[in-house]
Nanobody
């Protein structure tokens, strides 16, 4: 089983930047895709960004051009660089990892963007 720990959440003003980190441990062999999801109050959890072990990425339309996902394979860590933050980005952000057909989740980190 993969264990995931997120960090880097906090309170920022609109237009600011924040970087989230997610460190994987446990059964890390054969982890393929890692990504970030978010869930705001009253809304469903949605995919923000994902990255494969080979470096291929995909993003939600709402964050394209503002967010960048990357991973450091030797450190088993994935990052989400968030720029030009908007109040609508406010949510709990969750790290995800796929190993074979199984998904693992972190406990989440809160991001709050004030106007």
């Amino acid at each position: 089983q993969v264990q995931l720990v997120e960090s880097g959440g906090g309170l920022v003003q609109a237009g600011g930047s924040l970087t989230l980190s997610c460190a994987a441990s446990g059964s890390i062999f054969s982890i393929n895709t890692m990504g970030w999801y978010r869930q705001a109050p009253g809304k469903q959890r949605e995919l923000v960004a994902a990255i494969t072990s080979g470096g291929s990425t995909n993003y939600a339309d709402s964050v394209k051009g503002r967010f960048t996902i990357s991973r450091d394979n030797p450190k088993n860590t994935v990052y989400l660089q968030m720029n030009s933050l908007k109040p609508e980005d406010t949510a709990t952000y969750y790290c995800n990892a796929k190993r074979y057909s199984n998904y693992s989740w972190g406990l989440g980190t809160q991001v709050t963007v004030s106007s």
